[in-house]
């Protein structure tokens, strides 16, 4: 089974900049990976997935514009700007089950890592 690590997180202001990293333990080329952020009292929001090359995509309109996904030799990464407060989460890296089309639940995802905090103070 995959195993997944981000890295990144830290304390930043208001309009500012942060970018995630996600070191997959093998090829994952062939699944969604994503990133979920859970902020305090509140459920998982999936933020952005991707299936890679010409597979499927998500984005939520909470950080359209604000957050790119990108990935490359298994390391996937969250580039965060113009972060907002509410943007303070914990940031976690999520797999589905090879094959399966990226989505937008995320109960869907059956892998991730351990976590990794943000915070935005305005």
């Known amino acids: 089974q995959v195993r997944l690590t981000e890295s990144g997180g830290g304390s930043v202001q208001a309009g500012g900049s942060l970018t995630l990293s996600c070191q997959a333990s093998?090829?994952?080329?062939?699944?969604?990976v994503g990133w979920v952020r859970q902020a305090p009292g509140k459920e998982r929001e999936v933020v952005a997935a991707?299936?890679?090359?010409?597979?499927s995509t998500y984005i939520a309109d909470s950080v359209l514009r604000r957050f790119i996904q990108r990935s490359a030799d298994n390391v996937y990464y969250l580039q965060m700007m113009t972060l907002k407060p509410e943007d303070t989460a914990v940031y976690y890296c999520?797999?589905?089950?090879?094959?399966?089309?990226?989505?937008?639940?995320?109960?869907?995802?059956?892998?991730w890592g351990q976590g990794t905090q943000v915070t935005v103070s305005s």
């Open positions: 991707d299936y890679g090359p010409g597979g």
């Open positions: 999520a797999a589905r089950a090879k094959f399966q089309v990226c989505s937008k639940v995320a109960k869907d995802y059956s892998t």
């Open positions: 093998e090829y994952s080329g062939d699944r969604c």
